[in-house]
């Protein structure tokens, strides 16, 4: 699968931000998918991910209350809504995918074998 991130901008702090992955192929529906981001200076971190149905999504700490991961299987496309974003959200964004069986909350980013190239979000007044 190929992953094609975009949406990525400069926002103020408190504003909302969504940022979208296009996925190739037939079989978007069998990879269960995730948002990573690395800020300058730092490694990669986990942000969320979700179920192959969409059902089942699980959060950074960081994150938690403030972003949403959903995906829709008919557009091969996912989705990271991002609301009341801080400085410290700023990144590069990184959609993935994996076709690793278990439970989404065990999930390791080593799982994910497919990375997109990153979109890049800043936030800043």
């Known amino acids: 699968v190929q992953l094609q991130a975009s949406g990525g901008g400069l926002v103020q702090p408190g504003d909302s931000l969504r940022v979208s992955c296009a996925a190739s192929?037939?079989?978007?529906?069998?990879?269960?998918m995730g948002w990573f981001r690395q800020a300058p200076g730092k490694g990669r971190e986990f942000v969320a991910r979700i179920s192959r149905t969409g059902y089942s999504t699980y959060y950074a700490n960081s994150v938690k209350g403030r972003f949403a991961i959903s995906r829709d299987n008919a557009k091969n496309t996912v989705y990271l809504q991002m609301n009341s974003v801080i400085p410290d959200d700023t990144a590069v964004y990184y959609c993935a995918a994996s076709r690793v069986n278990k439970p989404i909350v065990q999930f390791v980013a080593n799982d994910f074998g497919y990375w997109g190239q990153g979109t890049q979000v800043t936030v800043s007044s």
């Open positions: 192929g037939r079989t978007f529906s069998s990879y269960v």
